[in-house]
């Protein structure tokens, strides 16, 4: 039952190209996961096949023992690396909207972020500056009580102060149960909450460990090590 | 808020270095209530997993205890805490010597430093 998500033999083809090639791996609950890799390895490919966006060409996934579907995407807090939230309504709006929408979605959690992070939830979407409305999306993403958070890139466009609030956001709003797959390049940003790395490299899995394993057996940071295996 | 840990060592060693600094200087007292991984992890910015792992790591070296409903204490046995002092400053003066050989002075010199310096 530890089991939370299963990924066997995960081929995705865009053409001729193969965006992933025959993955295989598990993740279990409670850990924070970095999935990390150089541009167009696979990323985002393999999120959105997680999330139900894209169809796999081969293989499968599974979510707590259930194909993707409606019974995943009920687990599955998703936050993707574009906007999608509408520019006309306010964040308020957009909060009752989550609140519809997601059975599992806590308001009281997501006012008290935007407070911490002085945003006014009164505040039309479209007024707010590219890096604010990340941090709004985060939350959003962060105040539903899923079993497993998916990020696909949530620090990038946000400054380094707000960064370090969000790490600390996710490390003490997910609860132990819970699982968070991050995708990222800033690892050195990341790596000291990460329990694991999955490195991803042209659609294949070149390593999958955990981090203090890393750090005690090639005695080099997560970042170091990637620049290893990523050299140009 | 951070702790000031280095990326390139296990985080949670260098979690138990920092927590026995703390017990050892007295800023977290003998028989001290240990806050929770959970705000540690907030505190040292690291995941509540490693945090937990390091705690769990100084109770078996006998630092803390858990006590079942009331949460974590740092140990109340004044002997483990000075053994562990002792440790620790060992531990720094091996370094400080192996350092002071390395600038190529003898035992007599670096004994006069210290005593010069203290």
Request: net charge negative; aromatic share 6%.
């Amino acid at each position: 039952m530890s089991s939370l998500l299963e990924v066997n033999s995960l081929t995705k083809k865009y053409g001729n190209l193969t965006a992933l090639n025959n993955l295989n791996f598990e993740l279990e609950s409670g850990h924070i996961i970095g999935l990390l890799g150089p541009n167009g390895s696979g990323k985002t490919t393999l999120i959105k096949i997680i999330c139900g966006l894209l169809q796999p060409t081969s293989g499968s996934v599974m979510v707590e023992g259930n194909p993707v579907g409606v019974e995943s995407k009920k687990v599955i807090s998703y936050l993707p690396d574009t906007t999608y939230l509408g520019n006309a309504a306010s964040v308020q709006e957009t909060i009752d909207f989550f609140m519809d929408f997601y059975e599992d979605f806590d308001q009281d959690r997501a006012y008290d972020m935007l407070g911490k992070l002085g945003i006014d939830p009164s505040a039309h979407l479209r007024t707010l500056s590219k890096g604010t409305r990340e941090k709004v999306q985060l939350i959003l993403v962060m105040s539903r009580r899923a079993d497993l958070y998916i990020l696909d890139e949530p620090i990038a466009g946000v400054d380094p102060a707000a960064r370090d609030y969000i790490l600390n956001t996710i490390i003490t709003n997910y609860d132990e149960k819970a699982s968070i797959l991050i995708s990222t390049h800033l690892i050195s940003d990341v790596e000291n909450i990460l329990d694991e790395v999955i490195f991803l490299k042209q659609g294949e899995i070149v390593r999958f460990c955990g981090v203090d394993e890393i750090r005690s057996n090639e005695g080099k940071s997560v970042d170091g090590l990637f620049r290893e295996v990523f050299k140009c | 808020m951070s702790w000031n840990l280095d990326s390139d060592r296990p985080i949670f060693i260098q979690i138990i270095e920092h927590l026995e600094y703390d017990i050892v200087s007295g800023s977290m007292p003998p028989g001290a209530k240990v806050p929770s991984v959970r705000e540690l992890a907030s505190e040292a910015a690291v995941n509540p997993n490693t945090m937990q792992r390091a705690l769990s790591e100084m109770e078996r070296q006998g630092l803390m205890r858990t006590e079942r409903t009331s949460g974590r204490y740092v140990t109340d046995d004044e002997s483990v805490i000075t053994s562990l002092k002792k440790n620790l400053a060992s531990v720094g003066v091996d370094g400080f010597i192996k350092q002071m050989k390395r600038l190529g002075l003898d035992r007599e010199e670096v004994l006069k430093l210290v005593k010069d310096n203290y």
